[in-house]
């Protein structure tokens, strides 16, 4: 296996109910290790909290040559926009795909001249490709950490 391969061949497409599940086990895959590690991984709440607040309207579904690689929700808010359920397959990361999705969305809400929100659980791994594209910590409770990125020319 090659090692330091980049990702570039990728799309974004809408949402469809077809595509909860596959969102849900992917939520749960990915989450599971930071929640754990906070004690609060529940094997079915991970997995229905997310089924019950599905909105397929500002979400989308990345596909990397030519598979599901993840998913990512911008939805407008009065504040400008929040970045939500922005997940890669375990087997995808690191290879730029989440650097590459994430600027091709800033450039879209900087164009826009409003600021991204988000909030990342306590000592995720995610943190650090946030503060690598600008964003920086609004505030912080014991489980989640709530960051900010203004608009850039």
Known sequence: METNTRLTDWTLRAATPADVEVIVELRAVVMRPDLERLGRF?????????????????????????????????????????????FIAPELQGLGLGSAVLRSLLAR???????VRLNVLQGSAARRLYERHGFTVESEDP???????????
């Open 42 to 86: 529940d094997e079915h709440r991970v997995r229905q909290r997310f089924r019950d607040a599905f909105v397929e309207r500002h979400m989308s579904i990345i596909m990397a040559e030519g598979r599901f690689a993840g998913c990512v929700a911008l939805r407008p808010a009065a504040d400008g926009h929040w970045l939500e359920h922005f």
């Open 109 to 115: 809400t900087d164009a826009d001249g409003e600021p």
């Open 143 to 153: 489980v989640d950490v709530f960051m900010v990125r203004g608009p850039r020319r």
